[in-house]
């Protein structure tokens, strides 16, 4: 079973910045999206942003303008730099990888990343 590792969350001050690295265990084939989720304590798990195989790139509201995924096609790996951070980006960040054909979908997540946004 291939499994996503992030790393490089941490505590930070308010309006600091962090860069989430994911790098997969082993070797993943035809995937087409990889993105970042986030869950804070009682909250549910919500997307923040994610980048397609071919470059397109969406992210939450809630994040536009702050934060930038990035990814190396090559490598499976996906980046996401956060600029400006509040204490409402406090949270476990979980990385993920959608990957297959036309008729099934393999998924692939990361067991997560703490960030704590706290002066």
């Known amino acids: 079973q291939v499994q996503l590792v992030e790393s490089g969350g941490g505590l930070v001050q308010p309006g600091g910045s962090l860069r989430l690295s994911c790098v997969p265990s082993?070797?993943?084939?035809?995937?087409?999206?990889m993105g970042w989720y986030r869950q804070a304590p009682g909250k549910h798990r919500e997307v923040v942003a994610h980048?397609?195989?071919?470059?397109?790139?969406n992210y939450s509201d809630s994040v536009k303008g702050r934060f930038t995924i990035s990814r190396d096609n090559a490598k499976n790996t996906v980046y996401l730099e956060m600029n400006s951070l509040k204490p409402e980006d406090t949270a476990v960040y979980y990385c993920?990888?959608?990957?297959?054909?036309?008729?099934?979908?393999?998924?692939?997540w990361g067991e997560g990343t703490l960030v704590t946004v706290s002066s």
């Open positions: 993920h990888a959608a990957a297959g054909g036309y008729d099934y979908v393999l998924d692939y």
């Open positions: 082993g070797s993943i084939f035809n995937v087409y999206s």
């Open positions: 980048i397609t195989s071919g470059g397109s790139i």
